[in-house]
């Protein structure tokens, strides 16, 4: 069955460094999100992102954070000078988004510990 | 603004009985989806059920059922013979309409941990 890969499952990095977290969505789906989850918290979005530009962004989504599909399948998040408090799990999630197949898949996470 | 509110941080059952988790919403659409995922342990989001708003008929899935009152905004999850295995934190989810390319993001409740005694 299809799924949505993220790589690293753990990253950890210090403070005011550059970390790039990469996604491979479901091979057919054409909209992608980034969601964040500090721990013991909930799942809050980020960013959604649909035929190369960004669709929708939270107000967590600032400056530092960008997005990027370098590829035909690969979706990135950036942050640029990591804090303390983007310690969190991100999530990627992948949609066809059509009319009843609007289900968000998820990966796994990958786990960022800024040090 | 769309909100989620579960207001069960915890809830147990004995293994082989019935619970309900529930959660409530707040929208001034008419039209929008909601959904059920578990999180265990390893923090994966597992889809468990989805339900239309329109439909007015309650979605189920094995085990799992829905309660959807839309006039109350209430969507609760009913899970039938308890197994072990559903032990994890289960979080309520809207989806919005989106903009203009529909793009439909979700808003979380807070969560529930459940915990299954043998």
């Known amino acids: 069955e299809p799924e949505v890969t993220q790589t690293p499952s753990h990253q950890v990095t210090q403070m005011g460094q550059e970390v790039i977290l990469r996604c491979v969505p479901i091979?057919?789906?054409?909209?992608f999100y980034w969601y964040r989850q500090i721990l013991g918290q909930k799942v809050e979005f980020l960013v959604s992102?649909?035929?190369?530009?960004?669709?929708?962004k939270s107000e967590i989504f600032d400056d530092q954070f960008s997005v990027e599909r370098p590829d035909g399948s690969n979706f990135t998040l950036k942050i640029r000078s990591t804090k303390l408090e983007d310690s969190a799990m991100y999530f990627c999630?992948?949609?066809?988004?059509?009319?009843?197949?609007?289900?968000?898949?998820f990966g796994a996470g990958t786990r960022l510990s800024v040090l | 603004a769309q909100t989620v509110t579960q207001s069960q941080p915890e809830m147990s059952v004995q293994e082989a009985e019935t619970v309900t988790l529930s959660c409530t919403y707040d929208t001034s659409e008419s039209d929008y989806y909601l959904f059920w995922y578990k999180q265990p342990p390893s923090r994966q989001m597992i889809l468990v059920i989805r339900?239309?708003?329109?439909?007015?008929q309650n979605a189920t899935e094995n085990r799992f059922s829905v309660n959807f009152q839309k006039a109350a905004k209430s969507f609760s999850l009913k899970i039938s013979d308890s197994q072990l295995g559903d032990a994890a934190m289960y979080f309520c989810a809207y989806r919005t309409s989106g903009g203009s390319s529909n793009t439909g993001k979700l808003i979380f409740g807070q969560g529930t941990t459940l915990q299954v005694k043998p």
């Open positions: 091979s057919n789906h054409l909209y």
């Open positions: 339900q239309e708003a329109y439909k007015q």
């Open positions: 999630a992948s949609s066809e988004n059509r009319v009843g197949k609007n289900i968000q898949y």
């Open positions: 992102f649909y035929n190369n530009e960004i669709s929708e």
